[in-house]
């Protein structure tokens, strides 16, 4: 069994009498949510739940409190043994009225159902069906769970649920981030709760979890939660009583982080800050600001959640690709020999996208034929202080292993226990520090100039400064 820690989650119990809760979630009869609406039957949520070592014992207490006719979807991701023959459908019947299978190739999934990935098997969706896969991976590197919720993520966007349950290792984690990046919904059950709390911890240490309780009790405050939320929609109608609360709370932001965001788009602050209120239970924006006020790790809270610090290693696989095979072998061409490259990552969250380059940068520079000495320093930039002190330490779960090749693992990576650590080589040449990169100085001189997924959530009048700064910082 995983040895337990101490390590409070980072989310916020929902407030009130928890039997309250309960009732008033089961009862429900006509819910006004985003969630669930009139386009409830084609536009439902759909729930991934990973579980692994212990995981049985923790479904069982899942589905044995959740109602059968809730209008969600459960799409059940379980480590199972790949020679035998999966009976997890059969023992889930046991606990459940609604619907249990084990999914097929491009079964269409419904709502009020359950469905288990079969053995042996990978499971993407798309467009609402599962698709099964053949696993290429070698047994012990196969990560099923992340592979899962990656998909129900770009399938169901805000509509994707993640839950994790019992399991050793960190399966999961990188899913859940993939979620939360499309405003879905992470729970996870409480570590304490869980026979094996690998998994658990994990998830925690990875992502802001919405909520995070015993497995009994996720249910219940599943069902509260998305009846609370409100129908928000893709360009909300922000009237003054909204933007004085907003400005306000951007107020608060600014007084504790001393980051400003009133340059960043309404419609994405008004929905990071409506999944918060959905989370506390609290009806009116102006009571979310009262609750601000009196609750200072909840602006914290929200910060990080504002922040949207979703990246992976080698993201966006063809563009790194092109930077290897086109853009770098062409510069180091024209570089005299001795030459230091100097690159900035700015929004460098936790670190990925900057070893990548550096990786990118030692494989292109086997590359070239000319023998030359050159190097890359590498500035790597973010506002977020937690995330900057995981980049500095280098250390990433082993479920990397989606994203890097076992090439590049064996040569720029070290085992370090249940982890990866980066190679000396590759983590000397980035700085990571904390940067404010709409008021503090930019880097300059720079050959290298990174700035991805960031720049989509500021309005307009605050990309062009960017932009401008960009060309300033990047040589000529």
């Known amino acids: 069994m995983a040895a337990k820690k101490s390590l409070k989650p980072k989310t916020s119990k929902i407030k009130g009498d928890a039997k309250n809760i309960v009732v008033k979630a089961l009862k429900e009869?006509?819910?006004?949510?985003?969630?669930?609406?009139?386009?409830?039957?084609?536009?439902?949520?759909?729930?991934?739940?990973?579980?692994?070592?212990?995981?049985?014992?923790?479904?069982?207490?899942?589905f044995g409190n959740m109602p059968k006719d809730k209008g969600m979807a459960f799409v059940v991701i379980q480590h199972l043994d790949p020679n035998h023959v999966g009976i997890m459908p059969e023992l889930l019947q046991r606990i459940t009225n609604m619907k249990v299978m084990q999914a097929s190739d491009n079964l269409k999934v419904k709502?009020?159902?359950v469905y288990v990935i079969p053995p042996n098997k990978s499971m993407s969706i798309l467009n609402g069906a599962l698709h099964l896969f053949e696993p290429v991976e070698l047994r012990g590197l196969r990560l099923p769970i992340d592979i899962f919720f990656r998909s129900l993520a770009n399938d169901k966007q805000d509509k994707s649920i993640g839950i994790i349950?019992?399991?050793?290792?960190?399966?999961?984690?990188?899913?859940?981030?993939?979620?939360?990046?499309?405003?879905?919904?992470?729970?996870?059950?409480?570590?304490?709760?869980?026979?094996?709390?690998?998994?658990?911890?994990?998830?925690?240490?990875?992502?802001i979890a919405d909520i995070v309780a015993a497995a009994e009790e996720l249910p219940a405050k599943l069902i509260a939660f998305l009846n609370f939320i409100p129908v928000v929609t893709a360009d909300p109608v922000i009237d003054d009583k909204i933007k004085s609360n907003l400005d306000k709370i951007i107020i608060l932001l600014r007084e504790q982080s001393g980051h400003d965001f009133s340059l960043y788009k309404k419609n994405t602050l008004f929905r990071r800050i409506e999944r918060r209120k959905g989370i506390h239970q609290i009806e009116k924006i102006n009571n979310y600001v009262r609750f601000l006020q009196e609750n200072p790790k909840e602006v914290d809270i929200l910060f990080k959640e504002l922040l949207i610090g979703v990246t992976s290693f080698f993201r966006d696989t063809a563009v790194w690709e092109k930077l290897k095979e086109n853009f770098l072998p062409q510069l180091m061409n024209e570089l005299p020999d001795g030459y230091i490259l100097r690159a900035w990552v700015t929004g460098c969250s936790t670190g990925e996208e900057a070893y990548s380059l550096a990786i990118i940068f030692k494989e292109a520079l086997d590359k070239i034929?000319?023998?030359?000495?050159?190097?890359?320093?590498?500035?790597?930039t973010d506002l977020d202080n937690?995330?900057?002190?995981?980049?500095?330490?280098?250390?990433?779960?082993?479920?990397?292993?989606s994203d890097v090749s076992q090439e590049r693992l064996s040569r720029f990576f070290s085992v370090d226990g249940e982890n990866y650590r980066v190679n000396t080589s590759i983590r000397?040449?980035?700085?990571?520090?904390?940067?404010?990169?709409?008021?503090?100085?930019?880097?300059?001189?720079?050959?290298?100039?990174?700035?991805?997924?960031?720049?989509?959530?500021?309005?307009?009048?605050?990309?062009?400064?960017?932009?401008?700064?960009?060309?300033?910082?990047?040589?000529?």
């Open 29 to 62: 009869k006509s819910v006004k949510s985003s969630y669930f609406n009139e386009n409830s039957a084609v536009n439902f949520p759909i729930v991934g739940i990973g579980a692994s070592a212990g995981g049985l014992e923790a479904l069982e207490l899942f």
């Open 111 to 113: 709502p009020n159902c």
């Open 165 to 207: 349950l019992s399991g050793m290792g960190s399966d999961g984690s990188l899913g859940l981030k993939a979620i939360k990046e499309k405003n879905g919904v992470v729970l996870v059950q409480d570590p304490a709760t869980a026979k094996f709390d690998g998994m658990p911890h994990s998830a925690i240490e990875a992502v």
């Open 369 to 380: 034929k000319k023998n030359k000495n050159l190097n890359l320093q590498i500035f790597a």
């Open 386 to 401: 937690d995330a900057i002190e995981i980049a500095r330490r280098g250390v990433f779960s082993k479920n990397i292993t």
């Open 428 to 476: 000397e040449m980035i700085v990571f520090a904390p940067l404010n990169i709409i008021k503090d100085p930019p880097f300059t001189k720079l050959d290298i100039l990174t700035c991805r997924n960031m720049m989509i959530y500021m309005e307009p009048e605050l990309q062009k400064k960017l932009i401008t700064l960009f060309n300033y910082s990047l040589n000529q």
